[in-house]
């Protein structure tokens, strides 16, 4: 995703690289804690349901700790999605190059133009945001 020379920390793709990196770490670290938790709590209701069901009356209990299992659970799939399987959905590269492939689709420049500056030139008469058609120039 970065093409960039090591060694200069005070280049501008090595600053973005950066932040990115430190950013994925963060989000790792933070699931990594949720997973610790849903592990601890829910070994935690697995015990109690243990020690108060099925070992004192001694017979079958509802197991009832699945239920709080299973809509942690969720949560837990959902956060651990979004930290490595869908990590580069909101990325500003993954936002430009959606705004590139849309404004293929339209017609608006050719195929393969790549722009230096990340980002399509401006539309005529350095109007930025949404261009209605139905208007008339200015």
Known sequence: MYNYTPGNPNEQQYQAAYRQAERRVRAKLG????????????????AIYLLTGPLISGG????????????????????FL??????NVS????RRRMIEEEMRRMGAYPPGNIYSSG??????GGTTGSVDNNLPPK
């Open 82 to 87: 979004g930290t490595f399987v869908f990590s």
């Open 119 to 124: 980002m399509p030139p401006a539309p005529p």
């Open 91 to 94: 990325s500003d590269e993954n």
């Open 31 to 46: 699931f990594y804690w949720h997973l610790a938790s849903y592990v601890l709590v829910n070994g935690l209701l697995i």
């Open 60 to 79: 079958a209990v509802y197991p009832w700790f699945i239920w709080p299992m299973f809509g942690w659970g969720i949560g837990l799939l959902f956060h």
